[in-house]
T-cell receptor
Framework: KQEVTQIPAALSVPEGENLVLNCSFT??????LQWFRQDPGKGLTSLLLIQSSQREQTSGRLNASLDKSSGRSTLYIAASQPGDSATYLC???????????FGTGTLLAVQP | GAVVSQHPSRVICKSGTSVKIECRSLDFQATTMFWYRQFPKKSLMLMAT?????????EQGVEKDKFLINHASLTLSTLTVTSAHPEDSSFYIC??????????????FGEGSRLTVL
């Protein structure tokens, strides 16, 4: 059974700092992996999708990597801003389906 | 990206009543929709998968008679919480995949619906 864990559970950084969020999964035979952002009381915003054949994806200040052999994915946020404050969730796709198994989330606070 | 809309965003009801939540794909046809539940400060848990025109598939531990799911068209799925009780209070989120995401495997999520049962 796939389990997805995120470390740290919470993170507070000063504005401008580069940071890394970690996601680990127990079953290396994942299909795709997706990173989301969730603002308080809101739904999910997709940030980056890494397909199983890919090793990383980049969008603006965000870079996500995927290492299936070690069961890890990282989300790198460059030059963090207060507007980046949110909960970040990673999720692996269950096999070749569109069923997502979500991680526990990292609550990020960027201090101005 | 594609847009998925949920309605209502917030609903408060009395214990014993039923509540319907709608999930619509606005600019694509969603062949499959998923319903998730999120408890406070917890992650999302998949409740069920609905395919247009067929019965929903429920995850283990989810009561299908309590959470009725209908996916009658390619743009609409509904979740009805029947005879709601305070323990059903939660944040419900739907997601959709279909022609828009078929080539990437990407899912698109609604804004969520906050249910509070008094």
């Amino acid at each position: 059974k796939q389990e997805v864990t995120q470390i740290p559970a919470a993170l507070s950084v000063p504005e401008g700092e580069n940071l890394v969020l970690n996601c680990s999964f127990t079953d290396s035979a994942i299909y795709n992996l997706q990173w989301f952002r969730q603002d308080p009381g809101k739904g999910l915003t997709s940030l980056l999708l890494i397909q199983s054949s890919q090793r990383e994806q980049t969008s603006g200040r965000l870079n996500a990597s995927l290492d299936k052999s070690s069961g890890r994915s990282t989300l790198y946020i460059a030059a963090s801003q207060p507007g980046d404050s949110a909960t970040y969730l990673c999720a692996s796709y269950r096999g070749a389906t569109n069923k997502l198994i979500f991680g526990t989330g990292t609550l990020l606070a960027v201090q101005p | 990206g594609a847009v998925v809309s949920q309605h209502p965003s917030r609903v408060i009801c009395k214990s014993g009543t039923s509540v319907k939540i709608e999930c619509r794909s606005l600019d694509f046809q969603a062949t499959t929709m998923f319903w998730y539940r999120q408890f406070p400060k917890k992650s999302l848990m998949l409740m069920a998968t609905s395919n247009e025109g067929s019965k929903a598939t429920y995850e283990q531990g989810v009561e299908k008679d309590k959470f009725l799911i209908n996916h009658a068209s390619l743009t609409l799925s509904t979740l009805t919480v029947t005879s709601a009780h305070p323990e059903d209070s939660s944040f419900y989120i739907c997601s959709a995949s279909g022609l828009a995401g078929a080539n990437t495997g990407e899912l698109f999520f609604g804004e969520g619906s906050r249910l509070t049962v008094l």
